[in-house]
């Protein structure tokens, strides 16, 4: 199955699950101020799901959330009714050049095995900024490796983790020119980001044994806690401008 039918089907199959796992993600992170976002600007959200990170733009003149997955943004829609939903791919925008202010992407990128693509196609259609929000794996290789190799058992559709050196680069290479970046940890269980209404048993059980022999090398700061595991959750936030911006 090609990798896009697969994402397609890995998020229709948890779309509900995944909607309800994560609704307060991105409370109390200021993802609004943070992207320097103006009441009335026009703004995309690619691999916008099912708009948990966009309904935070709620004074936008234009809110637009694009993602692969139709399952994902018709709860979006549903929840969301003045956010516009495009099914598309994050490769090919059908977007005029600078047609938004604010173009980002939340969590979307560790499913993309080549970025730079997608992140080139979000500074075409932006004039402005340009956000990407992700997991932030170790800068050492063979954690941030390690940790991939975890995420995969966790969902076959993951791509690779990343540390924030690989996403200024990428941004370099896109031609955004890093304007802001934030760093937001916690600790957070491994309960919670494997539960059982969202995840096969099959994968949480190989998740378990994977944490229990290679934790250490995650660099994720597993620990025994309170009779499971918790693990500390990296977020990074990089904002940028587009060159002619
Ligand atoms: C982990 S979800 C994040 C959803 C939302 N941004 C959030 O933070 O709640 C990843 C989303 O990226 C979408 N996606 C993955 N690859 C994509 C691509 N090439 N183009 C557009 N969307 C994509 C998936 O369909 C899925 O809805």
Do not use: N
Request: aromatic residues 6%.
């Amino acid at each position: 199955m090609d990798r896009r039918a697969a994402v397609r089907q890995e998020f229709s199959r948890t779309a509900e699950a995944f909607t309800r796992r994560t609704r307060d993600r991105y409370r109390g992170l200021g993802v609004v101020e943070f992207a320097r976002s103006r009441p009335g600007e026009r703004v995309l959200e690619v691999g916008a799901g099912s708009a948990g990170f966009l309904k935070h733009f709620t004074e936008a003149g234009l809110a637009v959330a694009l993602d692969l997955t139709p399952a994902m943004l018709e709860l979006g829609r549903r929840e969301h009714p003045w956010i516009a939903c495009v099914v598309g791919d994050g490769g090919q925008l059908p977007f005029a050049t600078a047609r938004f202010d604010l173009v980002a992407s939340a969590l979307a990128f560790h499913h993309l095995p080549d970025p730079l693509p997608v992140l080139r196609e979000m500074a075409r259609v932006s004039r402005g900024r340009v956000l990407v929000v992700d997991q932030c794996a170790a800068e050492d290789p063979d954690q941030a490796a390690t940790q991939t190799r975890l995420e995969r058992l966790r969902d076959p559709t993951h791509a690779v983790s990343r540390p924030a050196s690989a996403y200024r680069d990428l941004l370099g290479a896109a031609g955004v020119a890093v304007l802001d970046e934030r760093l937001v940890e916690h600790r957070a269980r491994l309960d919670r980001w494997i539960t059982p209404e969202e995840f096969p048993a099959e994968r949480i059980r190989a998740v378990l044994e994977f944490v229990e022999h290679e934790a250490e090398g995650t660099g994720m700061g597993f620990r025994r806690e309170g009779g499971g595991w918790t693990y500390v959750r990296r977020i990074l936030m990089l904002l940028g401008t587009v060159a002619a911006g």
